[in-house]
Nanobody, 125 residues
Framework: QVQLVESGGGLVQPGGSLRLSCAAS????????IGWVRQAPGKEREGVSC????????YYADSVKGRFTISRDNAKNTVYLQMNSLKPEDTAIYYC??????????????????WGQGTQVTVSS
């Protein structure tokens, strides 16, 4: 049973930082990516970033490039999303998700196979 457990969300002022964590367990896959997908109120889910398990290749949405950094700790089976220079438009529920297979770009949201429960990120003064 695949489990993805997010943590690290919260309330932060514009320009601030947060680090999200995603602890993954319950699977043995050869090729997969773990990504972060967010959903703002009244909007569709949007892929933010992802990282490949095979070689650590990372991908970012244009809206977060240069501000967000995804990384992984294989020993802990944990993926992190460091979010800097946060903006009010980054406010959303952030989901950790896993997609089986190899990807040469961020998977489409519909291609993710397993999802975490989500963690709220609110950027407001």
């Amino acid at each position: 049973q695949v489990q993805l457990v997010e943590s690290g969300g919260g309330l932060v002022q514009p320009g601030g930082s947060l680090r999200l964590s995603c602890a993954a367990s319950g699977f043995t896959l050869h090729y997969y990516v773990i990504g972060w997908v967010r959903q703002a109120p009244g909007k569709e889910r949007e892929g933010v970033s992802c990282i490949s398990n095979s070689d650590g290749t990372t991908y970012y949405a244009d809206s977060v490039k240069g501000r967000f950094t995804i990384s992984r700790d294989n020993a802990k089976n944990t993926v992190y999303l460091q979010m800097n220079s946060l903006k009010p438009e980054d406010t959303a529920i952030y989901y950790c998700a896993l997609a089986q297979g190899s990807y040469f770009d961020m998977p489409l949201v519909r291609n993710y196979d397993w999802w975490g429960q989500g963690t709220q990120v609110t950027v407001s003064s």
